[in-house]
């Protein structure tokens, strides 16, 4: 028996979303030390702890997705349905990880404007935040 | 076997895959004299960032023009091939060209208050 269609568009699915995780992890978390350098005033150690985080929860969070997302949801019979099936899934993939990177860098914005705030408000330069009130309590 | 849709595709991949790499190379190289200007002086953050914008670009672009595969029509004769290709081709050129006047739109809009924020950052931190 033939290797039914779907078996092969799995066998290309997977690969390809890995490959292409992988491939975006690498430049994301390349050029995320020099953020996380910016965001940590040069501490290293830190920064670069900080860094592999990151980058162990963006494996995680992704290729799960991939995995989740693998089944197809029409049945494939031929060259043409797979190249369509194997178009859907890896296009959605890819615009997700798109989206993906984009959050990421906006949580990287986010902590380069709250050290700058830190370092502020430790020279005195920068009011306190505003306490939370008090909850009141309840019986 | 193979049908005229399978034509298509293949014909169709290839070109928009071209045409965003060599878009996205031109907003690339031109785009790193803008960062360096908005990140006054502090080149690695502006290349970094200038990484990331490239990333996400291929990412979203390329990620549509293959998912956008599955809307085409059935194919039945080489005029229909002939039209769809026009069609999904022009599509895609298009949206590139309307993103591309928008991000010229963005950089002349915010990049002022981006460099007077950075600057003033600078400023108040020395």
């Not at chain 1, 959605?92 to 949580?107: E, K, P, T």
């Not at chain 2, 690695?44 to 023009?65: D, E, K, M, P, Q």
């Amino acid at each position: 028996m033939d290797t039914p269609f779907i078996v092969i568009a799995y066998s290309v699915y997977l690969p390809v979303t890995i490959m292409l995780t992988y491939y975006v992890a690498r430049v994301l978390f390349r050029n995320g030390k020099v953020f996380m350098l910016d965001i940590f005033r040069g501490r290293e150690e830190i920064a670069f702890a900080t860094n592999k985080l990151f980058q162990v929860g963006f494996y995680l969070l992704n290729i799960g997705f991939a995995l989740l997302m693998l089944k197809a949801e029409t049945g494939v019979y031929n060259t043409q349905g797979l190249f369509e099936i194997l178009s859907l899934k890896v296009g959605r993939f890819s615009i997700y990880l798109g989206v993906m990177l984009f959050a990421n860098l906006y949580l990287f914005f986010r902590g380069k404007r709250k050290s700058k705030e830190n370092q502020l408000r430790a020279e005195g330069k920068l009011a306190e935040p505003i306490q939370e009130r008090e909850r009141p309590k309840y019986i | 076997m193979i049908s005229l849709n399978l034509i298509g595709y293949l014909t169709y991949l290839p070109i928009t895959f071209y045409i965003t790499f060599y878009v996205g190379g031109v907003l690339y190289r031109s785009g790193e004299a803008f960062l360096a200007d908005i990140f006054e002086g502090n080149k690695a953050l502006g290349h970094a960032y200038n990484t990331f914008l490239l990333t996400g670009y291929y990412l979203l672009n390329l990620g549509y023009a293959t998912m956008s595969i599955t809307w085409w029509n059935a194919i039945e004769n080489t005029g229909q091939l002939v039209n769809e290709l026009a069609l999904r081709l022009g599509v895609i050129i298009m949206a590139l060209g309307i993103i591309h006047y928008f991000n010229m739109y963005a950089f002349w809009r915010f990049a002022p208050k981006l460099k007077e924020l950075y600057e003033n950052l600078n400023k108040s931190s020395t």
